[in-house]
T-cell receptor, first 113, second 110 residues
């Protein structure tokens, strides 16, 4: 596609439920990032995929969070047993092999009620 | 990974005023530097970037940034802001991973 696509754009879930957030990066981009943006906060790094290398999971806030990237393309961020503090906008970005610029999706706004 | 510091959390200024936002990163080596902007209700977009060469880089909408290697800084400037520059601005550094600062909210009063 023309840009990074994220789905759903909005998700409301009950506390304790699991959610899956999807990211379709730009075709040919080798790196994919997930960030979290909470109200009034900056961009919190969650996880980074680069090609076939093992992902950098150092930003995942707890073991309730996991992510995978299938076939070097689409990525899914899974949050298990959601908590109210998980409410935020989850952003995905991809970069080309040259690493010149990160392109961001519109984000998924997650609300845990 | 790099730690990125943005000096101001919220800046309020009037139209036609000059703007400067500070950004420092934690250590040297080969880095790529970026400023991203997020207008209200919109996604993050690139304002300007520095990879090598002239340390003064020009971006879109009249913005520029200066890379000072000795100070590990990459400050953003605009000589005369407009109301439409109201947005959140993020500095980012990429050595092997893209790291962002906490962001600066800029409010321009008409």
């Amino acid at each position: 596609g023309a840009g990074v696509s994220q789905s759903p754009s909005n998700k409301v879930t009950e506390k304790g439920k699991d959610v899956e957030l999807r990211c379709d990066p730009i075709s040919g981009h080798t790196a994919l990032y997930w960030y979290r943006q909470s109200l009034g906060q900056g961009l919190e790094f969650l996880i980074y995929f680069q090609g076939n290398s093992a992902p950098d999971k150092s930003g995942l806030p707890s073991d309730r969070f996991s992510a995978e990237r299938t076939g070097g393309s689409v990525s899914t961020l899974t949050i298990q047993r959601t908590q109210q503090e998980d409410s935020a906008v989850y952003l995905c970005a991809s970069t080309p092999p040259s690493g010149t610029e990160a392109f961001f999706g519109q984000g998924t706004r997650l609300t845990v009620v | 990974a790099q730690s990125v510091s943005q000096h101001n959390h919220h800046v309020i200024l009037s139209e036609a005023a000059s703007l400067e936002l500070g950004c420092n990163y934690s250590y040297g080596g080969t880095v790529n530097l970026f400023w991203y902007v997020q207008y209200p209700g919109q996604h993050l977009q690139l304002l300007l970037k520095y990879f090598s060469g002239d340390p003064l880089v020009k971006g879109i909408k009249g913005f520029e940034a200066e890379f000072i290697k000795s100070k590990f800084s990459f400050n953003l400037r605009k000589p005369s802001v407009q109301w439409s520059d109201t947005a959140e601005y993020f500095c980012a550094v990429n050595d092997y991973k893209l790291s962002f600062g906490a962001g600066t909210t800029v409010t321009v009063r008409a």
